[in-house]
């Protein structure tokens, strides 16, 4: 486990949770991971901040750590930002509701036309083209 800032707001109110790790991005965001051995809840800040002339950093590296833990816990929850209700709204849900066809299979990226909402915030953020 990483060692949490004293002044950690999810910590505080959510003390059944710990900090997993932090990863400092390039541009000077970072994701925080924290899980209570049954959720993991990942708060990003400041991801999408990009100065024109700075490089892009890869979209893989805010995803690769996410897809890894979606195997690994119940749920996986992520925001941009931290707000308690939010959060707890989600938390507090128990209850998955899927649709009775609902299917888990391996998306094929290069069938969708369609990008994540992430993504495109993303790709706005760092004025990406779209493929």
Avoid at 11 to 27: A, C, G, K, M, W
Avoid at 78 to 90: K, N, P
Wanted: glycine share 4%; with cysteine; aromatic share 12%.
């Amino acid at each position: 486990m990483v060692r949490a800032a004293d002044s950690d707001n999810f910590l505080i109110q959510h003390t059944d949770f710990s900090l997993r790790e932090q990863v400092n991005y390039p541009n000077g965001g970072i994701s925080r991971f924290y899980d209570n051995g049954i959720d993991m809840v990942i708060i990003d800040e400041n991801i999408c901040d990009h100065n024109p002339g700075e490089p892009v950093f890869s979209y893989m590296l805010i995803t690769d750590k996410q897809n890894s833990y979606i195997h690994q816990f119940k749920r996986v929850f992520r925001f941009l930002g931290y707000i308690q209700s939010e959060v707890d709204s989600y938390l507090a849900n128990d209850e998955m509701t899927l649709p009775e066809d609902y299917r888990i299979t391996v998306g094929d990226r290069a069938e969708q036309a369609d990008v994540s909402p992430l993504e495109s915030i993303l790709r706005i953020a760092f004025q990406m083209p779209t493929v």
